[in-house]
Structure formats: C-alpha cells, structure tokens
C-alpha cells in the first residue's frame, strides 16, 4: 500500500502546470466543514482533504458527510464519502474533473470566471459546482443549479475553515 500512495501522491504541482491555470492549489491540504442543503432544510458538519497526485498533474479529495468525528449509527440523509479527481488539461487551458461515490460519477470541466472557479457537468451544463472564494484559511463552495431565466438557485452551500 505505501508504493501505491508514494507513486499516486506528489510533493508539489508539476513545473508544466502554468500559475495561472493553478486553480486548486490554494485547496490542498485539510479542512473541516459545514455543509447547508437549502433544499431540504438539512445541514451537516464534514471534513474534505486535497493532495497533489499524478506527478502534480492532478488534485484528488475525499470528502466525507458527516465527518468521521461527528458520524452517528443513524444515517444522515446527506451522507457522503466520495473522492473528485481534477487533472489539468493543457490543450484546453481548463481542469477535466470526475466526482465519484457510491453508484454515482459526474464529469465536469472546471475553468475560472471571474474570481469565481466555475465546474459545470459535463451531461448537463445548467448543473454547476463553484468554489466562490478561496482564501489561504477558507473557502466557500456551491452547489447551483441555472434556472430557464439564466438566474442561479443554490441548492446547498459549504463553508469551509483550513485544519492543516
């Protein structure tokens, strides 16, 4: 197992990923936090952990809902463990994203809009994940869906303070 994480994990991003394409990289590392579903009046603490992989071609997480700290025996009916995988796209300028868990995969493209990092699925383009802001410390996450008037409906939110 130590080989198989020593080759998937890097040290750093890769030279030949440009700065200015460097998204995620402010990400890495551990957080804990809060995640509101607006939908359905539900929230949940959690924990969400970002490394460089793939010669630091690539970011993967793991996000875990609820955190392992504050799981219980009853389900929580926004219990989650998955893992998103972003590998940079050099041809494109933009990130080729999938997110997986269990019975489930979304693919995303993952390109910068403003001061916002703007995900949107790839089967259906008025789905979309944005990391509003991303500070040193914190970040704020969306869950959005664009409605037919162009305006965007936050479905959950994630607000997110640095562990490590």
Request: net charge negative; charged share 30%; glycine share 4%.
């Amino acid at each position: 197992m130590d080989n198989f994480i020593e080759t998937l994990t890097s040290k750093d991003k890769n030279a030949a990923l440009p700065e200015e394409d460097n998204y995620f990289g402010k990400l890495v590392g551990s957080w804990k936090l809060d995640y509101f579903d607006r939908n359905i009046s539900s929230s949940v603490k959690g924990e969400w952990h970002f490394a460089w992989v793939l010669e630091g071609m690539a970011i993967q997480d793991v996000i875990i809902l609820p955190s392992r700290e504050t799981t219980t025996e009853t389900p929580h009916p926004l219990a989650e463990y998955g893992t998103t995988l972003r590998v940079y796209n050099p041809a494109a300028h933009a990130w080729d994203v999938a997110y997986g868990y269990t019975g489930k995969i979304i693919r995303l493209e993952a390109r910068k809009q403003k001061d916002m990092i703007v995900l949107t699925n790839i089967e259906d383009e008025r789905r979309k994940w944005v990391f509003v802001k991303i500070e040193d410390d914190c970040f704020h996450w969306q869950n959005v869906t664009v409605k037919d008037d162009g305006q965007w409906h936050v479905n959950a939110d994630i607000y997110a303070e640095r562990i490590q």
